[in-house]
């Protein structure tokens, strides 16, 4: 049999598996990390040369399961987060620790950039929102803050470029997953924007589409590689956009979500739209991608589980949930804010704090673990809302992927709060099978991406807004969705005074840290 091995390198799991021109899985296998969490002043960083370490260990697990045993392994494409850069020198190697997803220190950087895009023609704007995730505002803070490592900057990849620069000695990066440093009018690098900047445009390595063919794997890199010299690696792409392909939602009209650790929800559309708060991306051929990453999702409830001891075994949704519809809820719901990391899509506020509204004595874990849920729904039809209202885009459905994908209960309640049909395919994977669809593009298996995802993209289930039941509590979640609204404008800026007091008094804290050690 003959596979694409395909990884998802995600900020709390690294995933990896042989998948054949079916979409069916043949091996997979995964490592399970903790979550990122950035200290009092934003900072949020990993250790490259760990993360290189750990997917040679993911590609060892994957490739001794017994399933591969036989299989000729035809391509590699890695998946992976984004917003996490990595600073290299010339000959490779890391300038300093890599700055992730949850790095919120550029902000000062991220406000300057903004200014500075807005004084720019519109031929020489660029995608998406400036913010402290953003790239360049990184790059900034590294000129600034550290002058001696910039000096030594030669290029500047994200996680999966980084990994296939050790896997073939090539530089490069996909046109997708770095089109925030590309313009609008022609998508190329944005080259204006770096001159006001005193940036140089050469460390953005060359851009090219997801589906090409970067170069072989290297021959006397380590075992499990060793073993792979001369298997084509293909560019690959960001997970986001991985998991919109492998759901089979690249085509307009149609909606994704990524509902894992966080949330990514996304609205294909075949008209660029700028939407405050949304990230605007070029996604496909004539397709914009309308929507963005969360930082909230099943990450809460594995946070309520630490943090009070749940009766709940384990962390997977699946298993807190499936007994959940069964036990007494109180008739007064409590609303949650799911801002435990801050919020990206669409706050763009690393200093909004969670919130439990509405709690009263006959509460229990019942009722938190609903609010949990609904919060979390409540803040992804935010988005959707903001992407369809402009040009009242009608969706035809939104498609459902990822590890909390797999509980009933949560798609059920995301149909309902949304109002929409949700579709869960059969491989909650959706990542790692779009990456393999880019690996069967690039080999030519498939003439185009729009025929990988009709054979390899399979239907599971569709949740309904009006199942049953559930018709009712549409209805009362338009009302508790009005208060999630007031709630959240009314604690703003409260979460902002609350930050601000405690950096200012970070000393006073870590005072009592050490009285109580």
Known sequence: MRCVLSFDIGGTSLKGALINAQGEIVALDFLKQRPPVPD????????????????????????????????????????????????????GQSVRPAMTWADSRARDQAGRIASAVQTLDKRFRTFGPINAYHPLARILWLLEKEPQNFEQLYCVLEPKDYLNFRLTGAWAADEISLSRLTTIVDRKPAEELFSQLNLPIEIIPPLMSPQHCIGPVLSGLDSPFDRLAGVPVFAGSMDAWCASLGLGALRPQYAYDISGTSEVLGVLSDSYEEIPGLVTLPWYLDLYQIGGPSQTGADCLRWYQEAFGS????????????????????PEPIVFLPYLRGERTPLWDPDVRGLFFGINRRHSSTDFIWAILEGVAFAGRQILELATKFRKISLHEVRIGGGAARSDLWCQIKSSIWKYSVTRMKEAESALLGAAMVGYCGLAEYSSLDQAQAEMAHKDRSFEPSDGAWREHTKLYDLLYENFLEIQKAALPLSRSLVQRVHNHSDLISYQQENAQ
């Open 40 to 91: 009092l002043k934003g900072c949020c960083e990993l250790d490259p040369e760990q993360l290189w370490h750990d997917f040679k260990r993911l590609a060892g697990l994957v490739l001794s399961k017994s399933q591969a045993t036989g299989i000729q392994i035809d391509g590699i494409v890695i998946s992976a987060i984004t917003r996490t850069q990595i600073f290299l020198n010339k000959n």
């Open 311 to 330: 009766s709940h075994e384990g962390i997977d949704p699946g298993r807190v949930l499936q007994e959940l519809e069964k036990r007494y809820r109180q």
